[in-house]
């Protein structure tokens, strides 16, 4: 009931790269809102093997597995669901290259090549768009970009990675161990049969990554950004962590820092146990925004299934068709990441228990200039393998980082150190 | 950093009328980020008794008190921020009609006149523009109206009352009388002295007619939706509904229930009380959406506060400046409230305690073919002032209107009794 400006009667024609479950439910959404049908013509789909994906609820439609057709058919956008920086990266390069916007889901193209993307965009008069590329089907790219663009924004952190939140929450409400919850996630369809990129944080730095190009304008190089996976959480650390008010979720955040230096961390985390982030359940996403002028605000929801996903790609796409022609200019400029900022640190041990551990860990944090803020060790425990916990002022990461080599090497580590970051504050 | 259209090389002129606490911050936002003035540039001030309002900080505006100069300057966009519906809504009409674009965050004059100014804009090639009507700085309408065009929306539920959420949430904390918290919220800032449009509904209620043109391009006339004031809310109250596992919070809500037909309610109900409504503590404001592809996703933060709700001003006026000619074309249809759905009810009883109460008034619901759920006494309350609670099954609002009032006349109510909807379940 939206009717979009005026001159743009003929629709958008579609075309879409990539048939799997987000471009299968980008399909279904346009056929069951037939009112989209005179702004949104899909056209063409190109897969591999197109043969086994042929639907038959879909009418008037070029089924392809070859791209010629396709880019010779000129459509007006082309979009690209089938994922994967290389070949993906050259369908999109030529989409632009002929004057055809661009929806994608591909927060890894969007991460690695994002400024030079933008750029050919603006130089062939077309659009890039990508809200589906982080958080699913929560309009963090429109709410950002749009919504605060009135603000001058200082901070971004948020869950980003459904997987690691299904795993992490129900560890904490399960009290089971990573391993049995990850089958669980596995069965659910929350975990894929490799969970690397989710489990060791590639996924979520992408999408920090395309977040702080949006909020800042600028481009942080994902091997820049400093990741540590989530496989070492125990639940022993649920039971710290609750000692502590908090709880322990993968967090990913960017930070202003400078004028082109930020702040940036991916890994799990302590955060406070009622906060946004602290309360975020299942495999939901939550993300927080700070501004000088606005304060706080969230936005949460569905961070994955192609039904969410496809709504944001859907989404782009009624942006585009209400504004064929050029629309905002977005250019990514180079940042750098700073060093970590002066943080509280929740440090975990596994020991062999014996007398002077306490003395020799507090002797090597104090070499560094590192104050403890709390020691806390809960009964029930082996001797042999004894977890406790060490909470420590804010203080460098290389300092502690020193001061844990310096005891990496004593005999009573039954399992090395892990060092968490403490969010509970204003992050 | 980021370019707009190619074309636009002049700044857009904004006249500001009212120069309140939201129009200062707006000027302040304005003065303290210079990158945005190669496309904003404040040209006017309005305000009544202008002298009083003028400040050192502001270089180069023409302060008055006289309309008339500023319409005869042909301002690019006239930001509303005096508020008020009649001289407000003038000033608007007059704007658009000289085609000049208007962002305001009068929600009182949209949810009054909304649909006949989208239309005004739209035929004189302007546009109008308010997300700071709702939310404050929370980007509810870009997020919903963009971010989520994709889908086909069926819910809005939010908490759009910052004052309410207070007194509720502080009630809810410190066990406290509303009258004390409310002086508490007073001085604090948080409450006007007289705080009747908060804690009647009347502004919760422009909020979630603005929303529902948003999510569903409809109109729903103030009137028509129903409003309860939170007035009646005790801290015995929150005794029972933590038995409940539930919280009582202002709730706004608004539901599609046919093609041109929708459920809305603006009032006190029973939250979850592990809910985003009921987890939303203090002023903020906290809006879930609900569609058929999305599932649901949730916005959060400040509802009110004038640098706040100033950053969603500047943001309307940033998406204008980006796109300074025609734009998306919205109209609102007009809608009718449908009587509430089945639902679960809470109702609370002070009575004169004496035997036969119960029976009295399971009777009364029985008649009206109303199940009874629950019956919950706490101890520790006077005989002639005893309040306690019966929960009942879904059911017609008119019937359980009919039972009550069967009752009304009985001898046994210390305080007539509260009946609240329980919107635990699904919304």
Redesign the interface.
Known sequence: ??????GTTKPLGLALLGFGTVGE?VAR?LV??PELADRLQLTHIYNRGIERKRVDWLPSVVWTDDLEPVFAAKPDVVVELAGGVEAAGAWVRRALAQGASVVTANKMLIAAHGPELLLLAASNDSQIRF?AAVGG????????K???????LSRVTGILNGTCNYVLSRMEAAGEPMDLVLAEARRLGYAEADPSADLDGEDATAKIVVLAGIAF?RHLRMADVPRRSIRPITSADFQYARRLNCTIRQVALVEAAGAETFHAFVGPALVAA?S?LG?NDGANNVVTVA????????????GA?G??T??????????LA??PG??????W?PATVAPAPLRPYYIRFVVRDRPGIISAIASALAREGINLDAVLQEPGYPKDALPFVITVEPCEQAALEASLAAIAGADFHAIPPLALPMLSGSQ
Chains 1, 2 share one sequence.
Do not use: N, Y
Not at 137 to 144: E, N, R, Y
Not at 291 to 302: A, I, T, V
Not at 310 to 319: E, G, K, P, Q
Not at 326 to 331: G, M, P
């Open positions: 009931m939206t009717s979009h400006s005026s439910a959404i069951e809102r809200e089907g929560v309009p963090l790219i429109h709410g950002i749009e919504g605060l663009a009135g603000d001058r304008h009622h946004s309360r501004g000088q002028f606005l304060g706080e605000c969230s936005f949460s929801g569905p299934g039904s969410a496809a709504v944001a790609v859907v989404s782009d796409l009624l942006s209400a504004r050029r629309d905002v200019r977005e250019a400029w």
